[in-house]
């Protein structure tokens, strides 16, 4: 059911399936639905969980390091093979306001999203950092899932994008690091 209901997310979109949807797609009636899941959300939050999982492992493994740049090393090389790992299963989520609004819901989800922003932000960050990290997660996102790059084998995808992630938001490859702008605690230190 959770894999029908994945396909047709990904051709209208959470918000754009029914459970009616899903029902007709499958073959059953909408109560053999409501029977395996009482919302649409829950059957999202099937899907997603196990990516949070894997996402709230790598955290505990990355908080667990001494310094902030191998804490941030370390995400960035999980983050990107997570996505590799689920480049076929995360498809359908791509771009989908929905997720944002149900991940904000669930205050478990929320706190593991934080936690992963604030590993590869780090404690002393400005706006261009946080642009940056909006830009090297939703670009290597879209390119580990996006049909026209299937081609590319994962190694290869993989060396690609952690190097797009680094040169996003590692501190002397990202374009203007050194431009002098405050960051968030000398903001909020005035």
Not at 1 to 23: D, R
Not at 152 to 158: D, F, K
Not at 165 to 173: E, I, K, S, T, W
């Given at each position: 059911?959770?894999?029908?209901?994945?396909?047709?997310?990904?051709?209208?979109?959470?918000?754009?399936?029914?459970?009616?949807?899903?029902?007709?797609?499958i073959g059953v009636g909408k109560a053999a639905v409501y029977y395996q899941f009482k919302s649409k959300d829950d059957i999202v939050l099937a899907t997603?969980?196990?990516?949070?999982e894997d996402l709230a492992r790598l955290i505990e493994r990355a908080e667990a390091l001494p310094h902030s740049a191998s804490r941030q090393d370390m995400t960035i090389e999980g983050v990107v093979d997570l996505m590799i790992r689920q480049r076929h299963a995360a498809f359908p989520f791509r771009r989908d306001r929905y997720i944002d609004h149900l991940v904000a819901r669930h205050p478990e989800l929320q706190a593991t999203a934080d936690r992963f922003r604030a590993l590869l932000l780090g404690p002393d960050h400005d706006y261009t950092t946080r642009v940056s990290l909006a830009v090297a997660v939703t670009g290597s996102y879209y390119c580990a899932t996006v049909s026209t790059l299937k081609?590319?084998?994962?190694?290869?995808?993989?060396?690609v994008l952690l190097s797009y992630?680094?040169?996003?938001?590692?501190?002397?490859?990202r374009a203007g690091a050194a431009s002098g702008q405050p960051t968030e605690a000398s903001r909020d230190a005035t």
């Open positions: 059911m959770v894999a029908v209901a994945v396909g047709l997310f990904a051709e209208h979109g959470v918000q754009g399936t029914s459970l009616q949807m899903i029902a007709d797609r997603l969980r196990p990516i949070f081609d590319i084998s994962a190694p290869q995808l993989r060396a992630f680094r040169q996003c938001l590692v501190p002397g490859q």
